[in-house]
């Protein structure tokens, strides 16, 4: 079975600062890893993916995660946040098909000025 | 625009009213799916639409029923809500046999009253 783990349900930073959202993943396949943002009263927007190819995947707006398979992890980082980056994140695993996505609780991401 | 279309955007309906939400995609996906969003809770996975067939349906009441006439359009159909039903009802589609997730469109906010 597979299943998310969402560290933070809150992170906090400043302008300007390193974005650190983690999500630790269990499964029973290969993995197939996902990062989706979601800005206010807004659908969820694909931010990067990870298809068993290269363990650093570079997405939209600056963000990157690694995958680390012997951390079972897969956390989301940035190197300077800015404001417009202020949604709720989710990290998700795929299973067997498209069918079984599980999806993490979310970690809210607050950007002080 | 991702390419999923919902509406309406936002729904208020009496509790015993009926109302349908539709959802869209021009992608040439061969699945679609609906979520519910509610405030503090993890998305739920409602139904699952593959090649146009239901293939999954997590214990959700009557009261909800889906309908997918063709691999472009789903609609969730509504009647005899609760207040508890109020929540972001997001649509996705995806294309089946590939690793690139989900595409969602930007949710209808449905309060009932």
């Known amino acids: 079975a597979q299943s998310v783990t969402q560290l933070d349900s809150h992170v906090s930073v400043s302008e300007g600062t390193p974005v650190l959202l983690r999500c630790n993943y269990s499964?029973?396949?290969?993995?197939?890893l996902f990062w989706y943002v979601q800005h206010p009263n807004k659908g969820l927007q694909l931010l990067l993916k990870y298809t068993s190819a290269a363990t650093l995947v570079k997405g939209i707006n600056g963000f990157e995660a690694e995958f680390k398979k012997s951390e079972t992890s897969f956390h989301l980082t940035k190197p300077s946040a800015h404001m417009s980056d202020a949604a709720e994140y989710f990290c998700v695993v795929r299973g067997y098909n498209n069918n079984d996505m599980r999806f993490g609780a979310g970690t809210r991401l607050t950007v002080k000025p | 625009e991702t390419g999923v279309t919902q509406t309406p955007r936002h729904l208020v309906m009496g509790m015993t009213n009926k109302k349908s939400l539709k959802c869209e995609q021009h992608?040439?996906?061969?699945?679609m799916y609906w979520y519910k969003q509610s405030a503090k809770k993890p998305l739920e996975l409602m139904f699952v639409y593959s090649l146009e067939e239901r293939v999954e349906n997590n214990s959700v009441p009557s009261r909800f029923s889906p309908e997918c006439p063709n691999s472009s359009h789903l609609f969730l159909h509504l009647h005899t809500l609760q207040p508890e039903d109020s929540a972001l009802y997001l649509c996705a589609s995806s294309l089946q046999g590939t690793g690139y997730g989900y595409t969602f469109g930007s949710g209808t906010r449905l309060t009932v009253v």
């Open positions: 499964s029973s396949y290969s993995p197939s």
């Open positions: 992608l040439g996906h061969n699945a």
